[in-house]
């Protein structure tokens, strides 16, 4: 393990500087080191074919978990999923003028400061993304879309928590700060740009959501690398986002869900379909003949 930093300027914003403690996971997260002029560096993979999910384990050494980790995400959720205590989960995102919208092409991500409490810890927020339609599904069926926060622990070490809510589209009810924000996609539609989101207020949203009970349990991050040993806190009930919204939305991320993966504990699905001889990872070789 070891110290990264990660210098960010964006011409249209005041610098920004991000400290991250550890990399484990961290490229993901912060994957715009090579900032310049308001653009960020998109990310390799994709959701596409040879790109896509099925071979992520294959486009990089450091994506080997998500071929044949064993506690890998999103799961199916249900009724026998452990929820967090109720009234254990508190987030709480300050009003601030200088979130930064940022297009990785893979997705959409909001770049901003909050804590979490969460599981007797303390977790630093790193930016907030959104996925078309959601990862996690709840009796086999996905929602429209699914917003993931993602923290590091305040105390430095390598762990990361994602606090996420399910997204229902409807007619009469809407969230917002979630709406106030997605307003600015028109102005990074071409992937790798930014723009500032001016006044973000995110108190009516963390009032409904330290009220929420939460399914908990530890999975990885849903894109390359994979990383596991991340705390998941998911909405047993979702929020709801205006159709035209979602539209934007949709618009601009097209589909970008992983799918869904093995229990936690359970051999990876990848691992246990695909031909050994395809595997680049020679920890999980079982023996024989390999003709590449
Ligand atoms: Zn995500």
């Given at each position: 393990?070891?110290?990264?930093?990660?210098?960010?300027?964006?011409?249209?914003?005041?610098?920004?500087?991000?400290?991250?403690?550890?990399?484990?996971?961290?490229?993901?997260?912060?994957?715009?080191?090579?900032?310049?002029?308001?653009?960020?560096?998109?990310?390799?993979?994709?959701?596409?074919?040879?790109?896509?999910?099925?071979?992520?384990?294959?486009?990089?050494?450091?994506n080997t978990l998500c071929g044949n980790g064993t506690n890998q995400s999103p799961i199916l959720l249900n009724t026998t999923t452990s929820r967090a205590p109720y009234g254990s989960i508190t987030l709480n995102v300050?009003?601030?003028?200088?979130?930064?919208?940022?297009?990785?092409?893979?997705?959409?991500?909001?770049?901003?400061?909050?804590?979490?409490?969460?599981?007797?810890?303390?977790?630093?927020?790193?930016?907030?993304?959104?996925?078309?339609?959601s990862e996690h599904r709840i009796d086999l069926a996905h929602h429209e879309a699914e917003i993931h926060f993602v923290f590091t622990a305040s105390d430095g070490s390598a762990k990361l928590a994602v606090l996420a809510f399910f997204v229902q589209v409807e007619d009469e009810h809407t969230t917002p700060v979630i709406e106030d924000i997605l307003s600015y996609l028109p102005d990074v539609q071409i992937p790798g740009t930014t723009t500032q989101v001016h006044a973000v207020d995110?108190?009516?949203?963390?009032?409904?959501?330290?009220?929420l009970s939460y399914y908990a349990y530890t999975g990885s991050l849903t894109t390359p690398p994979c990383s596991e040993?991340?705390?998941?806190?998911?909405?047993?009930?979702?929020?709801?986002?205006?159709?035209?919204?979602?539209?934007?939305?949709?618009?601009?991320?097209?589909?970008?869900?992983?799918?869904?993966?093995?229990?936690?504990?359970?051999?990876?699905?990848?691992e246990s379909t695909i031909p050994?001889?395809?595997w680049v990872v020679p920890t999980r070789h079982k023996g024989g003949s390999s003709s590449h």
């Open positions: 393990m070891f110290s990264t930093l990660f210098a960010i300027g964006f011409a249209l914003v005041a610098p920004r500087t991000v400290v991250a403690s550890c990399a484990h996971g961290v490229e993901w997260i912060h994957p715009f080191s090579a900032t310049v002029n308001g653009t960020v560096a998109i990310p390799a993979f994709s959701y596409g074919t040879t790109t896509g999910p099925l071979n992520w384990h294959n486009l990089n050494t450091n300050p009003i601030t003028d200088s979130a930064v919208l940022v297009n990785l092409g893979t997705n959409v991500e909001v770049i901003l400061n909050g804590t979490l409490k969460a599981a007797n810890s303390t977790w630093k927020l790193l930016q907030f993304h959104f996925h078309t339609p995110m108190s009516a949203f963390q009032e409904h959501a330290n009220k040993s991340v705390s998941w806190f998911i909405a047993t009930s979702p929020i709801p986002l205006y159709i035209k919204v979602y539209k934007a939305l949709k618009d601009t991320t097209k589909t970008n869900n992983r799918y869904t993966q093995d229990n936690p504990g359970q051999t990876s699905n990848i050994e001889k395809n």
